[in-house]
Structures are given as C-alpha cells and as structure tokens.
C-alpha cells in the first residue's frame, strides 16, 4: 500500500513529522497538541490533567500551564467543567508537591551534611533556610515558576519545613496556579504556541505575586512592631 496515502499527509510533511518531536502526531500516533490528548481523553480527561501536573511537578519536562490553558479553551468551548478542571489542576499540583516535600525530608540529612561541610556552605545554607522559614508564601509563588518549584518543595522538605504550614502554602499556590490558567484558556480562547510563551506569563504573575505578598509582609511587619512600641509606651 502507498505509505502516503495511508497517513493522509504528503511524503515531505510525514517525514518531517515523524523526525519532529514537536509535530502534531509522533511516530508512536501520541498526540502531542494538548487540546487534542485532552478531547481524546473522554471520561478520563480530569484524571489525565491530574496524572500529567503531577509528573512535570517531579520532573519539569513540558509545561503544565500549556495543558491548563488548553483546558481553558475546552471549558470555553462547553467540553469541560470549569470546577473540575481546576480542581484535577490543583490536585495534581498538591499531589506533586508532597511528593517532593517527602523526597526532600526523606533525603534531608545527608543533603545537608553535604551542604554545610565548609563553613560558607553552611552559612549560605543557613540563611536560605532562614528565608524560606520566614517567608513560606514563597511555596505559593513557586507554583508560577517551571524548575523553581522543583527545588523549593525539595528545599522545604530538606529544611523539615512543618508539615502543616508546607501543605497551606502549597495548597493556596495549587489553587492559585490552577484557577488563573484555566481562566486565562478561557478568557483568551487560545493556549500557548509555545512553552516560553507561557513562561513568560509564569514569571509575570510570579513577579507580580511576590511583590503583592512582600508588601503584605512588611506592612504587617510594620504595623506589629508599631503594636509593640505603643505596648511598651503604655
């Protein structure tokens, strides 16, 4: 049989896309464009979105905010719940998260033996540990950065950042992450061409979190101490 007629393409087009790793369709017949895998997933869409976020939370290979935004789209579209969407998005999130987190607590020790055998080493570990003890809202903008919430998950748990205060954190981020890429698919009608495209945004509303966070903080600071002084006066 003619090879080109049985895939529907032209010879130069089915060549080109069985050595693109990029193209539509692979060699082993995945679909790679996100909406696609997402409306063949049928009942088992939310479970997929779930599977797919927590393993790029583990191993960062191929944004997750690209199949969010894709979902998006469907939801716009009326394929997709808009609620149960977001919430396979944070699950999936939470889930990778925590896996991490115990990596981290589990492996914890040894790393830092290794960490602080020189004095330097020690101190830069001490004063890491020391910011992200005193300042956890930086799980919550983890979420908005690919690799950096890989190692701050891991970070939390090699410090044996408690529990509780990791999972809150983590969950308020996963919440975050996921409405606002959901949202944006929806609003936008479209998901991204490419995974830069939706680093950048990544970064924007990390950016743009940290900076809303870090004036909360200090104007909560500010307000204590000025509690304190009026205390002492008094």
Not at 1 to 23: F, H, I, Q, T, V
Not at 132 to 147: E, H, K, Q
Request: proline letters at 4%; charged letters at 15%.
């Amino acid at each position: 049989s003619d090879p080109e007629a049985a895939s529907g393409m032209p010879g130069k087009d089915r060549e080109d896309a069985l050595w693109n790793p990029c193209s539509r369709r692979t060699t082993i017949g995945v679909m790679t464009d996100p909406s696609q895998l997402l409306s063949d997933a049928g009942a088992l869409v939310y479970l997929v979105v779930a599977v797919f976020i927590v393993v790029d939370a583990v191993f960062p290979a191929a944004p997750s905010e690209t199949m969010l935004t894709a979902g998006g789209v469907l939801v716009a579209s009326g394929e997709l719940a808009a609620v149960a969407l977001v919430v396979a998005g944070a699950a999936g999130a939470i889930t990778g998260h925590t896996i991490l987190y115990l990596a981290g607590r589990a492996s914890g020790p040894a790393v830092l033996r290794r960490l602080t055998r020189q004095a330097k080493g020690a101190a830069r570990t001490a004063s890491a540990a020391e910011k992200l003890r005193s300042r956890p809202w930086l799980i919550i903008v983890a979420d908005f950065v690919p690799w950096g919430r890989t190692v701050l998950m891991y970070s939390a748990g090699v410090i044996d950042l408690p529990w509780r205060q990791f999972l809150r954190c983590a969950s308020i981020g996963a919440a975050i992450w996921s409405t606002f890429y959901v949202i944006l698919g929806w609003a936008t009608g479209s998901m991204f061409d490419s995974g830069w495209q939706a680093l950048a945004i990544s970064l924007v509303a990390a950016v743009s979190i940290t900076l809303v966070l870090e004036a909360i903080g200090r104007f909560r600071g500010a307000r204590h101490r000025a509690d304190r002084l009026t205390g002492t006066a008094s």
